[in-house]
């Protein structure tokens, strides 16, 4: 821990009604739902439910499960998380209307503690445009949603969409209607990203001074990172008195995403002297969730991401590198330790053995269970006889994908390449496909594009190829290969990645992957369109 850090253990959650600032902040989780919810996202049921083990077990107070009228998927991953995490509270959302109220009600009904959060616009041009309401018809809802979904759970949590462009005299009468009628919690969201501090700040404050029962709520800061004000949103609506904050891990979600978890938590630690509040989160773990959200949605985090990235603790300049070893805090604001990176060392060989392999996992935060840990080491097995050195983060991207991939309905089985100079460049390929094999031969201009023409052989589709990106785990010329891989079809944007010694082989599977979304995503579509 270094001078600045405050600790994060565990302390009483402020409820409503409580006295207001005990310093302990909410933290409410969305990585699932609006998260989910950018394009490119999707995680499938099984994806999800890792994603809730791991956020419950870091000590997120609140995971927002999905949107459970959304599609039949939504609905079963936001019960089965429910069913499933015993700790933190886990949300369903809903619009105004009863019937996806009850749903939602119906999905967290059997959670330890369950939450509907329900939602409806507030703002002039959403009223007018979006919902072709006036303002009297939409305070009506704002009563009939939270009285509806008091009738499923105590704790209810209303939000005011687009918030940050609502006129202050109607969103105080919502506020209060909404808290009058059995809201729990007042999300105050910046759903387009269009606010700054300062005027978070006094909006938060002007809602608590004014609204008359605002005590009996607690206020939540929901905030866009449109303009890359998110983090700073956030905490200032914190400052302000909001004892709540949603966000997501690597601050994904709709367009430019939500408030990154791991960059508030880790503001509050480090500056704990000028922002005096706590969450229950264990920062050790926002390594792992952040590679783990990172991998299930094949979304790659940026190198110079704060926190989490991957060059967030690298000091690459001589005089950085020279104050560094002669005093570690002359660069360094806080521990890499402390989010749960270990110092990259030279781990493991051919050599080694079950044991050590899975003491190995579990200092990098990995629980695996029989099959999926002997999936693993048979994995690394190969790995260290292709590789002569086998880092952490070697160990890292392979049980992520093993993770990522565990329940795809196509995998790579084969891939043979003729490559070089003299043309034309063929691949000859193997795709199980639902326990099915196929082996199809293609030409295409250069290995890459020979090695996609074949999958597209056994799978015929028309998505567009928006990204193909091929990056390095680790340095030197054996280092595994990272690639990425993007898709849309009829809007629908979706990413895959893969990693392998072998280019041509991460890119296959990186293809591969995508396509595996895409179909789980068409499959969400029609869903959507049969619930509606
Ligand atoms: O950004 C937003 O307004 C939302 C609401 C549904 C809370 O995500
Ligand atoms: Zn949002």
């Not at 105080?172 to 978070?200: K, L, S, W």
């Not at 005096?276 to 783990?292: C, D, H, N, Q």
């Not at 690298?314 to 070893?325: F, K, N, P, R, V």
């Amino acid at each position: 821990m270094t001078a600045n850090e405050a600790s994060s253990a565990p302390d009483q959650i402020v409820t409503a009604g409580s006295e207001p600032d005990a310093g302990r902040v909410i933290i409410f989780d969305t990585t699932l739902r609006d998260g989910e919810q950018c394009p490119g996202a999707t995680m499938t049921y099984e994806e999800k439910l890792e994603v809730a083990a791991c956020l419950d077990q870091m000590g997120v107070d609140i995971i927002e499960a999905g949107f459970p009228i959304a599609s039949e998927g939504d609905f079963e991953a936001v019960s089965a998380i429910a069913k499933r995490v015993k700790r933190a509270t886990v949300a369903g959302l809903a619009r105004a209307g009863e019937k996806d109220i009850d749903r939602a009600g119906e999905a967290v009904r059997h959670a330890v503690n369950g939450r509907i959060h329900t939602f409806i616009s507030t703002s002039p041009v959403h009223m007018k445009f979006k919902l072709q309401k006036t303002p009297e018809q939409v305070l009506e809802l704002v009563a009939q949603q939270c009285s509806r979904a008091r009738n499923w759970v105590e704790d209810v949590e209303w939000s005011a969409e687009d918030a940050t462009r609502t006129e202050h005299d109607f969103l105080c009468r919502c506020v209060e209607a909404a808290i009058r009628h059995g809201a729990t919690t007042i999300n105050i969201p910046d759903t387009v990203g269009y606010t700054v501090p300062d005027e978070y700040y006094a909006l938060i404050r002007m809602l608590i001074e004014r609204v008359p029962n605002a005590d009996k709520a607690i206020f939540s800061t929901h905030c866009h990172n449109d303009l890359g004000l998110a983090v700073a949103n956030s905490l200032a609506g914190v400052r302000a008195g909001a004892r709540q904050i949603e966000c997501t891990i690597n601050g994904i979600g709709e367009r430019a995403g939500n408030a990154a978890l791991e960059e508030i938590v880790m503001a509050m630690r480090t500056r704990n002297d000028v922002l005096p509040y706590r969450t229950g989160v264990e920062s050790t773990m926002l390594s792992r969730a952040s590679r783990l959200v990172s991998a299930v949605t094949n979304f790659p985090v940026q190198y110079n991401k704060a926190i989490v990235g991957r060059n967030a603790f690298a000091h690459e300049s001589g005089i950085h590198q020279d104050g560094m070893l002669k005093h570690t805090q002359t660069y360094e604001i806080m521990t890499p330790e402390s989010v749960g990176v270990a110092k990259t060392s030279l781990v493991m060989g051919k050599h080694s053995g079950r044991n050590a392999f899975r003491t190995k996992l579990k200092d990098l935060g990995y629980e695996l269970g029989d099959n999926q840990f002997e999936d693993a080491f048979n994995r690394f097995k190969a790995l260290a006889d292709r590789k002569k050195h086998v880092y952490d983060e070697d160990i890292e991207a392979l049980v992520d994908e093993e993770i990522a991939h565990m329940h795809d309905r196509t995998k790579v089985v084969a891939l043979t390449v003729i490559a070089g100079t003299m043309g034309p460049q063929s691949a000859t390929m193997t795709l199980d496909v639902e326990g099915r094999q196929h082996t199809v031969q293609a030409a295409g201009n250069g290995p890459v594009d020979a090695t996609f023409n074949a999958i597209r052989q056994i799978l015929p589709h028309q998505a567009k190829l928006l990204l193909y990106q091929v990056h390095a785990v680790t340095e030197g010329t054996d280092a595994q290969a990272e690639v990425s891989v993007r898709l849309e079809e009829e809007g629908r944007t979706v990413t895959g990645r893969g990693t392998d010694t072998d280019t041509l082989v991460a890119s296959a599977k990186a293809y591969v992957s995508a396509l595996n979304k895409l179909t789980v995503k068409r499959q969400k579509t029609a869903q959507a369109h049969e619930a509606v």
